[in-house]
């Protein structure tokens, strides 16, 4: 009560480290010092929360002694740790010096940036990319630099989107839940009441993870795989739902491809354009393109369209069942081609179970070290139970082939009837965040129409060593801690540092990778930060950032620091609020 009542104002504002969260809090300041950190409201309730690291963040780490208050220069070897104060404009102007020098000597390619998710809003996030296209530099995408990659490369060929989920929400009503490698209680704690809600309303609680973790701790059964194997964990349990014919038959018919006809010669997805007669009943200016099935009947169909659309509080409900007869799920047909050949089809049901007949439950036990009894009836639950919804965690993705695991559960909930429906979904991440990133206006991104060279941050390393496809002279880290992050630091270090004539490093606090930097420039904290958009990777929320207290020291944010630095290349007017 005593802080509360001193103190000189409260500002609503968002905290956003990397646990995708994004909770929005009532900062309460005096004197430009937080004192009091409160969860703020929100149209629903449900989101109102706040965790320790929040508030440490802005208790502690915010004025921490380690703080970096000023522009600093090395003095000494790289990774000495050797620097003096410097100003703002001797920084920007050393930055600038060097990008011409080196865009004179090897192309404005040479200069090149890349970030992490050390700050979640749009502003910042996408600043480093803004930038390398205004000087026309290389910009690292950082996509699969945490190993997240295998979410896509999982998503993508299934469902054709880079990632999708339910709300957490969207649980309570949920009879059955599955969470493979996902720590909620210790990684996503803000999220962690929405399963304890959904468990009080009668939800089943199933966790799939190596290690004991206080998420597995809380669950009604607790499974542990060999690391790495969640992909034949879940081939047995398609198998054995599939052998049982215990799949939702009209659902797969109707909202898979399986019953798509694959060329035998291709194995590509046979379309109407190749076919010698068009499918009775085709309409003129009908797709040529479109996939064909095999009728009830046993005639060649154009397979039908089922598009789904997503509102803010997860997928509309599926249409009610169609009184128009499935096509074939099971069936083997001499098609002929406009080119006149004749060639064998069958549907991709068909060449489906060619790989999950190789894996009954008894070799899967094998692979991942669980019961093959415990993987019949974990693989039978599941398929009798309605709703179940399967959730993932960024564990799959640690290993070789991890976006196989995300392929193999997005077919087996969608063998259940479980994909686009309320209380289910094969869910990893979704919510305001990604569509957000994906759908920024292209003058955002390409001030003037400039664009810079994209090549990919899991190569950067690579990229710098070989001068492949060209050499880099200059790299640029803003919101990404790579020293303690990325998995190959020491390479760097040996190998692609002596290559950079120019190695800036924008930060909070000293760490690993700026303790190797040429420059080290001091970026505020999002409570320090003003007007920056914060979606959320966890719900369709998105907030606006308002600025709590003034910056520490000198410290400044991304987009005026990058602003600086175009300024005196001529670029200035990219930069303008």
């Not at 409260?10 to 900062?27: E, H, K």
């Not at 998995?487 to 120019?502: G, I, M, S």
């Amino acid at each position: 009560f005593w802080i509360r009542s001193v103190a000189d104002r409260v500002v609503r504002t968002v905290c956003s480290p990397n646990c995708s969260g994004t909770c929005g809090v009532d900062a309460h300041v005096r004197d430009g010092r937080i004192v009091r950190l409160e969860p703020a409201d929100f149209p629903d309730p449900r989101y109102r929360r706040i965790c320790l690291k929040g508030i440490s963040m802005a208790l502690q780490r915010v004025t921490a002694p380690e703080r970096l208050l000023y522009p600093l220069k090395r003095v000494g070897a790289r990774g000495e740790g050797r620097f003096e104060r410097i100003s703002w404009d001797e920084a920007f102007e050393t930055i600038a010096r060097e990008f011409r020098r080196i865009g004179a000597e090897h192309g404005s390619r040479a200069c090149a940036w890349t970030t992490m998710t050390g700050n979640y809003g749009v502003r910042a996030t996408t600043a480093p990319n803004r930038i390398a296209n205004s000087l026309e530099g290389t910009w690292f995408s950082y996509l699969g630099l945490m190993g997240d990659a295998g979410c896509s490369m999982g998503y993508l060929p299934t469902l054709g989107v880079f990632s999708t989920s339910n709300e957490w929400a969207d649980l309570v009503g949920c009879k059955l839940t599955i969470v493979f490698a996902r720590n909620v209680a210790d990684t996503a704690h803000s999220e962690m009441h929405f399963l304890f809600d959904a468990m009080e309303a009668g939800m089943k609680l199933v966790v799939v993870d190596p290690r004991f973790s206080r998420t597995a701790a809380k669950a009604d059964r607790w499974l542990a795989p060999r690391p790495g194997t969640d992909t034949a964990l879940i081939l047995g349990m398609i198998h054995e739902i599939v052998a049982r014919g215990l799949h939702d038959d009209d659902f797969v018919r109707r909202h898979t491809n399986l019953p798509f006809l694959v060329r035998d010669d291709t194995l590509t997805l046979l379309r109407v354009s190749e076919l010698a007669t068009a499918p009775p009943g085709l309409h003129a200016g009908a797709d040529p393109n479109a996939y064909v099935v095999l009728g009830a009947d046993g005639t060649l169909a154009v397979a039908p369209p089922s598009h789904r659309r997503l509102d803010a509080t997860g997928l509309e409900p599926l249409p009610p069942p169609s009184d128009e007869p499935a096509p074939r799920l099971s069936a083997t047909v001499d098609v002929r081609l406009a080119d006149g050949t004749t060639v064998r089809c069958r549907t991709a049901w068909d060449h489906s179970w060619d790989v999950w007949r190789e894996f009954p439950a008894e070799r899967a036990a094998e692979i991942c070290e669980i019961d093959a009894d415990t993987i019949r009836a974990l693989a039978v639950e599941y398929a009798t139970t309605q709703p179940a919804a399967i959730w993932l965690g960024q564990g799959l993705q640690r290993y070789h082939h991890g976006h196989l695991a995300f392929r193999a559960a997005i077919t087996l909930g969608a063998l259940c009837g479980n994909v686009g429906r309320r209380h289910a979904g094969v869910n990893w991440s979704d919510g305001a965040m990604f569509r957000l990133y994906f759908n920024l206006p292209p003058d955002w991104l390409e001030p003037g129409g400039r664009k810079g060279t994209t090549l990919p941050g899991t190569r950067m390393i690579d990229t710098i060593v070989r001068e492949d496809p060209y050499p880099i002279r200059a790299l640029w880290l803003a919101g990404y801690g790579f020293g303690t992050q990325s998995p190959n630091f020491d390479r760097f270090v040996r190998e692609a540092l002596p290559k950079l004539d120019l190695f800036v490093v924008t930060e909070q606090v000293m760490t690993p990778a700026a303790e190797y930097a040429d420059l080290v420039l001091p970026c505020v904290s999002y409570y320090e930060d003003d007007y920056d958009l914060v979606p959320s990777a966890e719900n369709h929320y998105v907030q606006l950032r308002r600025q709590a207290i003034p910056p520490l020291g000198e410290s400044k944010n991304d987009y005026q620091i990058f602003a600086g630095v175009c300024e005196r290349l001529g670029q200035g007017t990219d930069w303008v609020d």
